[in-house]
Each structure stands twice: as structure tokens, then as C-alpha cells.
């Protein structure tokens, strides 16, 4: 598991070459083509990530499983500001505040611990659900603008993400990057929030670009690994990578757990 997740790295490394949105896949364009209806993002899918995942934490288990010491920026391209922000770090305030899903946001809900339900919540929109802070996450397939939002605080935690196969045929002759039957996903919008449990911020600028992609072993257990980009020029002086691993479990509700966002709990 570990070769195929640093080749999934490094693809989704290469997007930042052009962090561009996603375009609509192959097999849409030769439904346009052909005169016809394009076939829609469920039909087209080459790839099934729809059911029940858990996180397998294998590396930084104290900064997930636990919550993090307060001032603990370990492996986080952040800027003095953003250290200043984070210094300012109250839970029990953020909490009575309402502000308590401050960590749940999708620029850092992929690494909260817990457990994902993968549905598609029509033909053209696949739905994330996630037991840890009960949120969920639209992944919108198509030419659908963003809607826009007068403030950062009517933005949505989760933003507004668009999505398609990536490696497909793209504008112009061109493709979207990515290994092909990946799903490459693009996140703005978001309402400002931490990316990590201790308070450390990210703007409403931020820009997640994911890849998402699924495999089985020779043992019949089926990963899904979810590599993400941030960039923020508020709060980091760098792109921030990460990459994360689902395990597949059996397609019900046991062990199902929705949780409440917590401002002082790793989940």
C-alpha cells in the first residue's frame, strides 16, 4: 500500500503545476459530440467510491488521535501570522461561541478520525457524510458555477467543491492531470477554520485541491486514499500535502458514530 500511495502522491503533486478545476470527463464530451445527452458523472464513473470507509491512521498519531499541544506547528508551512492566530487558540470560546466545527471544515475533515458514508446524492453530485462532527460534503460533477458568498461568515465549512475524473479529456485538447479514473476535486469558498485541532487558521482564500482514488489487495480489502493540497497565501508560505487512508467496511451502519462537532476532542 505504501508504493501505490507515494505514486499517488506524486501525481497529485504534479497538479500544482496548474491548480486548475477539474473539467467534465471523456465520456461527457462524446455525448456533447455525438449531438446527444453526455452521459452523467454517475454513468460515467470509472470508478466505484461509493459505501462505508474508516481511517487507518498510520503517521502522526499524536497530532490526530490525540488533541495537539497548543503552539505544536510541526510540519505545517504556516507564516508568522498564522503562528499569532494560533497562539490566540481557545477551545472553551469557540465552543460557547458556536464556532466549534472550526476544525471540521473541508480543508481539514479528511483527517479528523472516523468513519465516511460515499453516496451519490443524485446523478451529477457525490456526497461525503462523515460520522466525526456529523458534516457533509457535496461534490458537485459539471460546468455548475459557485455560488458566491457576501461574507466568510456565510460561507459553508465545507465550500463548494467541483469535481471529475481526472486523467479525462479536458479543454482544448488538453487533460485533466492526474492518473486517468482518479477523481480530482477542487474546493473554494470555505468558511475560515483550522487545519489542525489546536487553532492553527486557514482563510476563506484557501484553495484544497484532492485526488481520490481506490485499489484492492491480493487479500480482497479495498483502500480508498485521499491526497490533498492546500494552498492559503493568508496563513502559509507554502503548498501543504497530506495523505490519507480509508479502509473499506462492510456496506452498513455498524460502527456508525456521529458526533457532534467538539472543539476540544481529536473527533
Same mark, same amino acid.
Given at each position: 500500500?505504501?508504493?501505490?500511495?507515494? #505514486?499517488?502522491? %506524486?501525481?497529485?503533486?504534479?497538479?500544482?503545476?496548474?491548480?486548475?478545476?477539474?473539467?467534465?470527463?471523456?465520456?461527457?464530451?462524446?455525448?456533447?459530440?455525438? =449531438?446527444?445527452?453526455?452521459?452523467?458523472?454517475?454513468? !460515467?464513473?470509472?470508478?466505484?467510491?461509493?459505501?462505508?470507509?474508516?481511517?487507518?491512521?498510520?503517521?502522526?498519531?499524536?497530532?490526530?488521535?490525540?488533541?495537539?499541544?497548543?503552539?505544536?506547528? #510541526?510540519?505545517?508551512?504556516?507564516?508568522?501570522?498564522?503562528?499569532?492566530?494560533? =497562539?490566540?487558540?481557545?477551545?472553551?470560546?469557540?465552543?460557547?461561541? =458556536?464556532?466549534?466545527?472550526?476544525?471540521?471544515?473541508?480543508?481539514?475533515?479528511?483527517?479528523?478520525?472516523?468513519?465516511?458514508?460515499?453516496?451519490?446524492?443524485?446523478?451529477?453530485? %457525490?456526497?461525503?457524510?462523515?460520522? #466525526?462532527?456529523?458534516?457533509?460534503?457535496?461534490?458537485?460533477?459539471? !460546468? !455548475?458555477?459557485?455560488?458566491?458568498?457576501?461574507?466568510?461568515t456565510q460561507a459553508e465549512w465545507q465550500g463548494y467543491s467541483a469535481a471529475a475524473w481526472a486523467g479525462a479529456a479536458a479543454g482544448r485538447g488538453g487533460r485533466t492531470p492526474g492518473p486517468a479514473g482518479n477523481l480530482g476535486v477542487t474546493t473554494t469558498r470555505m468558511r475560515p477554520g483550522y487545519l489542525r485541532k489546536n487553532g492553527v487558521p486557514y482563510s476563506e482564500n484557501t484553495v484544497l485541491q484532492e485526488y481520490f482514488d481506490t485499489f484492492t489487495e491480493p487479500n480482497g480489502d479495498s483502500w480508498l486514499v485521499v491526497t490533498s493540497i492546500i494552498t492559503d497565501p493568508q496563513y502559509l508560505t507554502g503548498p501543504y500535502a497530506t495523505t490519507n487512508h480509508f479502509k473499506k467496511v462492510p456496506d452498513n451502519a455498524s460502527g456508525w458514530d456521529p458526533t457532534p462537532c467538539r472543539a476540544d476532542q481529536p473527533r
Open positions: 500500500m505504501l508504493r501505490r500511495t507515494r #505514486s499517488i502522491c %506524486l501525481a497529485a503533486l504534479a497538479l500544482l503545476v496548474g491548480l486548475a478545476s477539474p473539467h467534465v470527463a471523456d465520456a461527457q464530451a462524446r455525448g456533447a459530440r455525438a =449531438g446527444g445527452p453526455p452521459p452523467t458523472a454517475r454513468t !460515467a464513473a470509472p470508478k466505484d467510491l461509493t459505501g462505508y470507509w474508516v481511517a487507518v491512521v498510520t503517521e502522526h498519531w499524536h497530532l490526530r488521535m490525540e488533541m495537539p499541544p497548543k503552539g505544536d506547528f #510541526s510540519m505545517l508551512p504556516v507564516n508568522a501570522e498564522a503562528r499569532r492566530v494560533a =497562539g490566540m487558540w481557545d477551545p472553551a470560546q469557540d465552543q460557547a461561541s =458556536g464556532n466549534a466545527c472550526r476544525s471540521y471544515g473541508a480543508a481539514a475533515i479528511m483527517r479528523v478520525p472516523g468513519r465516511l458514508h460515499i453516496t451519490w446524492a443524485d446523478d451529477n453530485t %457525490l456526497k461525503i457524510d462523515t460520522d #466525526s462532527g456529523t458534516q457533509t460534503r457535496l461534490l458537485h460533477f459539471g !460546468a !455548475a458555477p459557485a455560488p458566491a458568498a457576501a461574507t466568510a
